[in-house]
T-cell receptor, first 112, second 115 residues
Framework: QKEVEQDPGPLSVPEGAIVSLNCTYS??????FMWYRQYSRKGPELLMY????GNKEDGRFTAQVDKSSKYISLFIRDSQPSDSATYLC????????????FGTGTQLKVEL | KAGVTQTPRYLIKTRGQQVTLSCSPI?????VSWYQQTPGQGLQFLFE???????NKGNFPGRFSGRQFSNSRSEMNVSTLELGDSALYLC??????????????FGPGTRLTVT
């Protein structure tokens, strides 16, 4: 079993929809949680970065972390065709350097 | 401020050869991490360097090695290439050694094809 599980999709939604992306994890030592967006043939781009449990909002994006359930989410409001990409969750422990453990990524397509 | 740069962007090599990839971190960042991304395995951590010292190593064979220079630029080397080494190799830089809440930023990657 992988340390971080993520539904690979693909997920197809109409423009303007609210998108919910999720990851579960098994290592309770993870303290830092990230969401990256990756367009085809590009490097991952950092979207959201959170520490421990709680919510964080940035424009149309909201990240949620529930450490008691070992579950993290990314919500995208008013989705746009330009949001079509692969979304990767990543996490790391405290004091373990910068090693990130990634989910497999969810492929999202926002259709007109 | 310039982002993380990686060279070359594309590379085609033959089985048995060796290859060296280069990564220049964001100015002021002293940590460089390397990842391999394949369709089957996703993003997997190779190793991390901070102030010229390897701090972390992933579960890859010894054919994969790296180093970091005093200006924080990093190189990774893969010797005796195998077909399965075909992948996108990404590097990420961070200001921190992982002890605080600092983000990591990725470069565009080097796409290696082994034939």
């Amino acid at each position: 079993q992988k340390e971080v599980e993520q539904d690979p999709g693909p997920l197809s939604v109409p423009e303007g929809a609210i998108v919910s992306l999720n990851c579960t994890y098994s290592n309770s030592a993870f303290q830092y949680f990230m969401w990256y967006r990756q367009y085809s043939r590009k490097g991952p781009e950092l979207l959201m970065y959170t520490y421990s449990s709680g919510n964080k909002e940035d424009g149309r994006f909201t990240a949620q972390v529930d450490k008691s359930s070992k579950y993290i989410s990314l919500f995208i409001r008013d989705s746009q065709p330009s949001d079509s990409a692969t979304y990767l969750c990543a996490m790391r422990v405290t004091g373990g350097g910068n090693k990130l453990t990634f989910g497999t990524g969810t492929q999202l397509k926002v259709e007109l | 401020k310039a982002g993380v740069t990686q060279t070359p962007r594309y590379l085609i090599k033959t089985r048995g050869q060796q290859v060296t990839l280069s990564c220049s971190p964001i100015s002021g960042h002293r940590s460089v991490s390397w990842y391999q991304q394949t369709p089957g395995q996703g993003l997997q951590f190779l190793f991390e360097y901070f102030s010229e010292t390897q701090r972390n190593k992933g579960n890859f064979p010894g054919r994969f090695s790296g180093r970091q220079f005093s200006n924080s630029r990093s190189e990774m080397n893969v010797s005796t290439l195998e077909l399965g080494d075909s992948a996108l190799y990404l590097c990420a830089s961070s200001r921190s050694d992982g002890g605080g809440s600092y983000e990591q930023y990725f470069g565009p990657g080097t796409r290696l094809t082994v034939t």
